[in-house]
């Protein structure tokens, strides 16, 4: 069920927001570089959270496409490297959202989890 559809009861609605397993924020721009079967591409980090982010970026990869990814936190001169899944994938639609990607985390250590969960309580 996604967004409440599915459901026969009209006085029900499951929130995005209720849905997520981590606290997430709005971040400054981060680029964030990765890198897959079709290559290398760019794309700048929107929003983060413990989980996973959403990558903004012209040319989205497809759903369940696996991405080894780099990226920088605003103040953090070290490097964050990991392995995700591309869960959602949303392509450029003149008047729409913004085009992107949404990506899981796969493997990120347990310290650089900490470094983004410390980030996201002091903002």
């Known amino acids: 069920m996604e967004n ?3 459901h026969d009861d009209d006085s ?3 929130l995005r927001s209720e849905s997520r397993k981590h606290l997430r924020k709005q971040i400054l721009v981060l680029q964030v570089k990765g890198a897959d079967k079709k ?14 982010m959403f990558i903004a970026s012209v040319n989205p990869r497809k759903v369940g496409t696996e991405l080894e990814i780099t990226f920088k936190l605003d103040g953090d001169d070290r490097d ?3 392995r995700c899944v591309v869960v959602w994938s949303r392509e450029y639609e003149p008047h729409g959202h913004e085009p992107g990607i949404g ?3 796969l493997d990120l250590d347990d310290g650089d989890r900490k470094r983004i969960e410390d980030m996201i309580k002091r903002r």
């Open 4 to 6: 409440g559809k599915g």
């Open 12 to 14: 029900f609605v499951m």
């Open 39 to 52: 290559g290398v591409f760019f794309g700048y980090a929107k929003t983060l959270g413990c989980g996973g």
């Open 80 to 82: 964050f490297r990991c």
């Open 103 to 105: 990506v899981r985390f």
